[in-house]
């Protein structure tokens, strides 16, 4: 039989254990307490990756599938979102288009905060010449106008190829993935947009990497560690990157709207993923600028699915910043 020592030992192990194992739910509750739009944006973030997992199965007919007797039909109990000119179900072309969302949003955000990571951390932490050097190449890679850097890479390389990377000028090589997989087959049709955001994108974000840095090579503990025979890589792993996480963590979410309306504006120029394959700025742009007036439903469906994502992530982002940020987390 155990000791009354051994009793009240297991005890206080039990109530000790019990606020550890539902931390993560009350931290949730307070964070959608406390910033309801933040909430409302990871809400929506999930909700689309969700939709573009599913998608296959949500959507009602094919992307491409054409109903000509159907064409220009409004929403009804056969076409929830109505039909375009071809009679293909606008319904099931945004609920594929989010896809493109996830992917080209997703795919961003994570290439410009590795980038930024490395660009922004070895110059700040190097220092000296190297940063001086590193600096002056970034301050010529942020002067570029972002907007038209962008559109010249993906006018040169292209988009929708069918073969290494998705490029669609040069040869048909490489890897060439069926319909069936969709998340290759879309991700292949979007890496050109993916990089080209995420390379302009990790010119800001290394700035920002780089001043948190700079702060925390300062800090005791960093000289500290040092003194004590740490080398550069523990220091850099053990101290400086854990610390620099919730800035690349804002800096991600904040990135995630902007490379979502970046992907957009581009479809809408017609530099995007190529038709037939739906994006929401492709469908604003062809099916709600020439057919919306009389037909608004094909300027309302992608125009809101575009507004409440860019305005859910950025919500999501300030809110992160507020709780992340030590020196907003008491405003």
């Known amino acids: 039989m155990a000791t009354r020592e051994e009793a009240l030992v297991f005890e206080a192990g039990e109530e000790s254990a019990q606020p550890s194992r539902w931390r993560w739910l009350a931290a949730t509750a307070r964070f959608c307490r406390r910033k309801p739009l933040g909430a409302f944006g990871a809400l929506v973030l999930f909700a689309v990756v969700v939709v573009a997992v599913l998608s296959p199965w949500i959507a009602r007919y094919p992307y491409d599938e054409l109903h000509l007797g159907d064409g220009l039909t409004g929403p009804s109990g056969?076409?929830?979102?109505?039909?375009?000119?071809?009679?293909q179900d606008v319904f099931s072309r945004a609920v594929i288009g989010t896809q493109?969302?996830?992917l080209v949003g997703l795919g961003t955000v994570i290439f410009a905060a590795a980038l930024s990571l490395t660009i922004g951390g070895l110059s700040g932490y190097i220092g000296g010449r190297v940063d001086m050097i590193v600096q002056r190449l970034v301050d010529v890679w942020i002067a570029l106008p972002a907007l038209f850097l962008l559109?010249?890479?993906?006018?040169?390389?292209?988009?929708?190829?069918d073969g290494f990377l998705g490029i669609g000028r040069g040869p048909d090589i490489g890897l060439n993935p069926s319909d069936g997989d969709w998340i290759w087959y879309t991700f292949f049709r979007s890496t050109v947009v993916i990089f080209a955001l995420g390379i302009i994108l990790a010119g800001y974000g290394s700035r920002v990497i780089r001043s948190a840095v700079l702060a925390l090579r300062e800090n005791v503990y960093i000289e500290?560690?040092?003194?004590?025979?740490a080398t550069d890589t523990r220091i850099v792993l053990r101290y400086i990157l854990p610390n620099v996480m919730p800035v690349l963590i804002i800096l991600a979410t904040l990135n995630l709207g902007i490379a979502v309306?970046?992907?957009?504006?581009?479809?809408?120029?017609?530099?995007?993923v190529q038709a037939p394959f739906p994006t929401w700025g492709q469908m604003l742009a062809k099916e709600g600028r020439?057919?919306?007036?009389?037909?608004?439903y094909l300027m309302v469906v992608p125009g809101v699915a575009i507004f409440v994502s860019v305005y859910?992530?950025?919500?999501?982002?300030?809110a992160l910043?507020?709780?992340?940020?030590?020196?907003?987390r008491g405003s």
């Open 261 to 272: 309306l970046a992907e957009a504006t581009i479809s809408f120029l017609g530099f995007g």
């Open 100 to 102: 493109i969302t996830v």
């Open 224 to 229: 500290a560690a040092r003194a004590l025979g």
């Open 151 to 161: 559109l010249t890479v993906v006018a040169v390389l292209g988009t929708g190829g």
């Open 321 to 328: 910043r507020d709780v992340l940020d030590p020196r907003l």
């Open 78 to 87: 056969d076409y929830w979102f109505g039909t375009n000119k071809l009679g």
């Open 312 to 318: 859910a992530f950025n919500m999501l982002g300030d």
């Open 290 to 296: 020439i057919y919306g007036p009389g037909h608004e």
